[in-house]
């Protein structure tokens, strides 16, 4: 059962990222300043899915990983370091700097700059927890484990 919810807390929370980061680029790409506004307002009210999806993803994988040893369990957890590292120094702050900026309607330079390291830094995220899933899939049975995905990692 545990299993099941850190791959259900995992999947939330990497859907949440996807999301923002789909919605961030649509926006940007081909709709006005009124709408970029709503997108990173909205993504600040999904903060409030993804931080708990985040945490326990975090709480469920550092109890999974008690009872299991070996790489792709190493593997999981150091990517996840770096996933929590990024979106709390990072993605969160720029979260609430961007939306704050939008909502005055400061489109400078600065908004452009820190939206491009968003958008850097949540396509880490998407990838990584992407390769966590990869992996989670593996530990399970899921997926099929090949030779060469030990020695690679």
Same mark, same amino acid.
């Given at each position: 059962?545990?299993?099941?919810?850190?791959?259900?807390?995992?999947?939330?929370?990497?859907?949440?990222?996807?999301?923002?980061?789909?919605?961030?680029?649509?926006?940007?790409?081909?709709?006005?300043?009124?709408?970029?506004?709503?997108?990173?307002?909205?993504?600040?009210?999904?903060?409030?899915?993804?931080?708990?999806?985040?945490?326990?993803?975090?709480?469920?994988?550092?109890?999974?990983?008690?009872?299991?040893? =070996?790489? *792709?369990?190493?593997?999981? !957890?150091?990517?996840?370091?770096?996933? %929590? @590292? #990024?979106?709390? /120094?990072?993605? $969160?702050?720029?979260?609430?700097?961007?939306?704050?900026?939008?909502?005055?309607?400061?489109?400078? =330079?600065? *908004?452009?700059?820190?939206? !491009?390291?968003?958008?850097?830094?949540? %396509? @880490? #995220?998407?990838? /990584?927890?992407? $390769?966590?899933?990869?992996?989670?899939?593996?530990?399970?049975?899921?997926?099929?484990?090949?030779?060469?995905?030990?020695?690679?990692?």
């Amino acid at each position: 059962m545990k299993a099941k919810l850190h791959g259900f807390f995992g999947a939330v929370a990497l859907l949440c990222i996807a999301t923002f980061w789909v919605s961030t680029v649509v926006s940007e790409a081909f709709l006005d300043l009124a709408s970029v506004t709503l997108v990173k307002n909205a993504i600040l009210t999904g903060m409030w899915l993804l931080i708990p999806a985040m945490a326990a993803t975090g709480g469920s994988g550092i109890s999974l990983s008690r009872t299991r040893r =070996g790489r *792709f369990v190493e593997v999981k !957890a150091r990517r996840m370091k770096l996933v %929590a @590292a #990024n979106g709390v /120094l990072v993605l $969160l702050p720029s979260a609430f700097v961007l939306a704050s900026w939008a909502n005055a309607g400061r489109f400078d =330079g600065a *908004f452009y700059a820190l939206q !491009a390291l968003e958008l850097l830094a949540g %396509a @880490a #995220n998407i990838t /990584l927890l992407t $390769l966590n899933l990869r992996d989670g899939l593996r530990l399970a049975g899921r997926l099929p484990v090949r030779p060469s995905a030990l020695e690679r990692e």
